[in-house]
């Protein structure tokens, strides 16, 4: 057991920033749609919206997606299960992908920390939306 104890506490600090992250990005969840558009150093723009899928008391179930203007990239498409009384973000899927959960064999298309590095690139993304900016021009 105390061979997981490591990765289990560094997953619960990486859900609990995207949870702060999230919710100071999403005024503390209170609408059902957010469209943003990002400021790039290249003075590019990328629309983001975050849309609520399922809301219950305790939980949410929101999709992020950023268009790509690039053709040879797809948009970026992430699926996020908040628990609003853990105060904790996770990651369900992550472009359609869904991770293998801890219990299952882990198959050779995915990684033994798939999970984990789905959770770190969400705390990246939105380390970068704030870092770059969001247009105040766009209407929330």
Not at 87 to 93: C, G, H, I, K
Request: proline share 4%.
């Amino acid at each position: 057991m105390s061979k997981c104890l490591p990765k289990t506490s560094y997953q619960l600090a990486v859900c609990e920033t995207n949870f702060l992250r999230l919710k100071n990005l999403l005024q503390n969840f209170s609408k059902n749609k957010y469209l943003f558009e990002t400021i790039n150093p290249d003075t590019s723009s990328n629309p983001i919206s975050f849309c609520v899928l399922h809301r219950t008391r305790h939980t949410l179930i929101i999709e992020a997606k950023q268009k790509i203007k690039l053709k040879k990239i797809d948009d970026l498409i992430i699926r996020i299960q908040i628990s609003l009384d853990a105060r904790l973000a996770e990651v369900l899927s992550f472009q359609g992908e869904r991770a293998v959960p801890y219990f299952m064999k882990v198959l050779k298309i995915q990684s033994k920390d798939e999970k984990i590095q789905q959770n770190k690139f969400l705390t990246e993304w939105l380390e970068n939306i704030f870092s770059n900016g969001i247009n105040p021009h766009v209407k929330i």
